[in-house]
């Protein structure tokens, strides 16, 4: 689902990533674990291409992520970007939500204004979302109301929205005790298993294993090779 | 110990010495008050006489050879007055529209510079026997001119002229729309460009300008004025003087050579000997040079003329920020997401910014009038706009940039398109943030606005200063305006705040 092959990008001289390859097949958890700074959230903002990558090869759900230098094909570039992120959930480490949005109109911005879903239709499915990852109640609330608990949640509920193939997460435990970070290990393996392709950067290992995760090591701009 | 004996001793005489020096700088004080004016004048050994070196020529002006001396037939006559009062004169320099106010608290001893003795002024302060008899002179376009030729014919006609003066008076009472100016040569270039329908001017102004405008003709003389030189009433000793000063200036014939100096002799000039005192100007009479006439309250159709104004102050201020707040989106944008016009944004805001407003007016009225024929108001709201878009970039600028760069990678992440990202996520929070920058400016803006009357826009504050100048008092109609202002403007930073609250959401 998503395949990643020789990756690079560096910003100006220093090189952060080094030829990093990967796959997450749908229905799998990978976990990509390793030291600060070594380029984790780096990948994840290649593939939805938050970022551009200097050279090598993105592909989700059979579309390209365009890499390199950006060239003549500048709009076709942008289209492709444009189908591809729509395809790709990304919960940021901060979360970002929409400041000015309650946590609903958070969850059916970009069904309704991306997607053009009738408004009816996407409060139904937001209110679904937000049931499912267990802050329904909270959906008249806007981010700053919320904890960062439940503002982890509704990130997720916001990228699920769109139906994406796959799910990009950025240390999404860092604001979790254990007892909330076992829900969300929970939630997660309930989406993946629908499913869903999941790549998270985490560096908790109590996380990965309770996602059951396949985990990757990072060092240095390239994946530490399995011990075997 | 010795020396701390010394230093006590000093601070004891000190002590004792300070009221003595009290008494003294009071007393000298009050003697300098007692002083008559002629007194004080030969004391000082100079005659200060106030004057506007903007005027021009050839009232009073820069030597073009020797720019620090000062040349015009009134700094002769000036010279000669000191002359015979026995002392040296010395020019003050001040704004010719609040010549009569700076005499009143005591700037200079006299006021001359072609002060044309109307009601209004000689209430307020005492003249002198004239020195100059001058025509109101009347041009028009020359297709005009068998139209427009007497005062009856300017009924409802706008006709350009200068606030407050003899000439402005007429024309109230002849029913015309006078346009006020405070230069002497943009009469002439509304009147050619059709702004107005003609322009009635004192006749040396008249010369001097219209000459310059060969489409214009001069059409007659409606009436006849003077020139007298204006002194505080209290300073009786010293109105005498200057009339007999005056009295033998005229006698021994120099005021007509000083006036044919400046090719301004004629045979109107003849009968200045005879005309003694402030005689009848053509539309009104004068009262009595000695007893001036005290402050006049506000009526209610001043009172209307007021609201009337700040009407128009509003109008121009929403209006030119109605255009500033597009235009300065535009512009943010550009600056911040448009690299290929960036440099252009960029030049923009910084050349507006770094210039003055009353200059932009200026050259967007007067100076792109032969190519860009603006009509006043246009050219009062274009130009504030175009000004005030200026800073609202910038205020834009700040709120977009004061918005985490994660509630654009949120948007784009969603699928969203980098214009609307900015559409739905960015710019509504940005919004937030400028608001009071923008309230500030729009306050700032309706008292900007009083720069246009210098393109001839009767708005607030002009309103106030030409009813001071009818009522012979600055503090009712300055409150009154104040108040205005105020009402104005307070109302709209509540507003201001009400609505951040609503978008603020907190």
Known sequence: MIEVAGLRKSFGTHVVLDGVSLEVGAGEIVALTGPSGCGKTTLLRCVNGLERADAGTIRVDGHEVPTGAAGAAHGANDRALLAIRRRVGFVFQTWNLFAHRTVLDNVIEAPVH???????????????????????????????????????????????????TALLLDEPTSALDPGRRRELAALLRGLVDDGLALLCVSHDPDFARELRARVLVMVAGKIAPAPS | MRRRGAGATVRLALCATAPLIVILILGRGRDASAESALERIHHAGELRWGGDRQGGEPYVYEDPAHPDELRGFEVDLAAALARELGVKPRFVQNDWSTLVPSLERGTFDIALNGLEVTPARAGRIAFSRPYYLFAERLVTRALDQPRLHDLASLRGQRVGTLASSLAWDMLLAAGAAPV??????????????????AVLLDDI??????????????AGDLGEGQY???VRPADRDLLVAIDGALDRIIARGELRRILAGYGLDGPRQGRIAHATGPSEPAAASVPAPFA????????????????????????????AMALAIPLGVVLALARLYLPRVRGLAVAYIEVVRGTPVLLQLYLLYFGLAGVLSLDAWTAAIVGLGLNYAAYEAEIYRAGIQAIPVGQMEAALALGMTRRLALRRIVMPQALRVA???????????????????VITVVELTKRMTITAVDLRGWLAPGLLCAAMYFAMSYPLARLARRLERRLGGA
């Open chain 2, 292 to 319: 001036p006439v005290g402050p006049r309250p506000l009526d209610h159709h001043q009172l209307l003329l007021f609201l009337q104004a700040a009407v128009a102050t509003l109008l121009i201020s929403t209006a």
């Open chain 2, 180 to 197: 006020p100016y405070e230069g002497v040569d943009e009469p002439f270039i509304d009147l050619e460009h059709g702004r107005t329908a």
């Open chain 1, 114 to 164: 991306v997607a053009s879903v009738p408004v009816a239709e996407a409060t139904l499915r937001a209110q679904a979302l937000l049931e499912r990852v267990g802050i329904a109640a909270r959906a008249g609330a806007r981010p700053h109301q919320l904890s960062g608990g439940e503002q982890q949640r509704a990130a997720i509920a916001r990228a699920l929205a769109m139906n994406p």
């Open chain 2, 205 to 218: 102004i008249v010369d001097r300008y219209e000459p310059r405008h060969p489409a214009l003709r001069v």
């Open chain 2, 435 to 453: 608001l009071p920058g923008m309230t500030n400016d729009f306050i700032a803006l309706l008292k900007d606005s009083s720069l246009v009357s």
């Open chain 2, 228 to 230: 007298a030189i204006g």
